[in-house]
């Protein structure tokens, strides 16, 4: 491949540090990112406002939306 000028390639070449799957994967995280992304008016974003949650508060599961059910963290439905 060294002294080669025109090389012709009639399959898909990906290039990354990960395997064709996970880079598939992040790819396609990406493009919905973005697509969920171009929703949003810049002018106005209207984000949720902050919320920190201390690992010592004892609501803090249920703020996350989180409970526990038989030693497990399940999601929480009311």
């Known amino acids: 491949m060294r002294g080669a000028r025109d090389v012709t390639v009639r399959r898909p070449v990906v290039i ?17 990112a973005a697509l969920d992304a171009s929703l949003i008016n810049p002018a106005n974003p209207m984000l949720p406002a902050r919320r920190i949650v201390l690992a010592h508060d004892k609501n803090s599961l249920r703020t996350l939306g989180l409970c526990v059910v038989g030693g497990q963290k399940k999601l929480l439905i009311e």
């Open 16 to 32: 990354c540090p990960l395997d064709s799957h996970t880079c598939q994967e992040t790819m396609e995280a990406i493009e919905q």
